[in-house]
């Protein structure tokens, strides 16, 4: 495994503040999206961003991610990849999280693979050809790296990983297009000797990457870092920019 399964570290962190501007819509009339629109002064014409999310899903952090990606000019769209079973923040250290992805909160939801595939498909198919996206960017945080690294075949061209669980080794050398990934100092999910192996596959893979690794912050800095704390802040600040200058080279 190119890096470990989820845990409750992918949980933990802080509030953002702030106001978000983009909309609730609904994707294949089942599950929910956010959708952030950029000026049309300042639209990518044909270009979008699919973020999958962590644990926590669509909340006030994640939406005003999204909104920064619009400010950029990227029409941007946050999957809930949850089917509206995303956890709060800050679950406590007996939350049984294999159980949950196993089943969800009621027993009948799982969050596998064979659960979460067609979500991500079908906000694919929406951006595409609903909202006129011919070069599809995607960001995926902590749970949802997964699903970026699996859905590049599916019309995914370039993608962008925060502190990724659960990518597969055969997933990630799957890849057919460039990818950028922020890692934290301290994360035993995408520890050191993860990341070292992920970079040899992406040597192998041939893609465009880049793995940059971030001092100071542990596992969901990029979306869950206290901005409070200004290694945090400036951490998270980069990562942002980190992905907005990924995409703007290999998307437009």
């Not at 699996?150 to 990818?179: C, N, Q, W």
Request: net charge negative; with cysteine.
């Amino acid at each position: 495994m190119a890096s470990n399964p989820p845990r409750q570290c992918c949980t933990i962190g802080v509030k953002h503040a702030g106001e978000s501007t983009g909309k609730i819509i609904k994707i294949a009339g089942k599950y929910d999206g956010y959708l952030a629109t950029p000026l049309a002064e300042k639209v990518h014409d044909g270009v979008g961003i699919l973020i999958l999310p962590d644990v926590i899903s669509i909340f006030e952090n994640s939406k005003l991610v999204a909104d920064q990606f619009a400010a950029n000019g990227y029409l941007t769209l946050i999957l809930d990849i949850f089917n509206g079973d995303a956890l709060s923040l800050n679950r406590p250290a007996n939350f049984d999280f294999m159980g949950w992805l196993a089943s969800g909160s009621t027993g009948d939801n799982p969050h596998t693979k064979e659960a979460v595939d067609p979500i991500v498909l079908d906000g694919i198919k929406t951006l595409k050809e609903q909202y006129g996206v011919k070069k599809l960017g995607a960001a995926g945080y902590c749970f949802g790296a997964k699903y970026v690294v699996r859905h590049y075949k599916d019309g995914i061209d370039v993608g962008y990983l925060a502190h990724p669980s659960f990518v597969d080794e055969d997933e990630l050398e799957g890849i057919t297009g460039p990818l950028s990934i922020a890692a934290a100092e301290t994360d035993s999910i995408f520890p050191a000797d993860k990341r070292h192996r992920s970079e040899e596959i992406l040597q192998n893979v041939g893609q465009p990457y880049q793995i940059n690794l971030y001092s100071g912050v542990v596992h969901g800095f990029s979306i869950r870092g206290d901005p409070s704390k200004k290694q945090e802040k400036f951490a998270k600040e980069q990562a942002f920019l980190q992905a907005v200058a990924w995409f703007d080279e290999y998307l437009l």
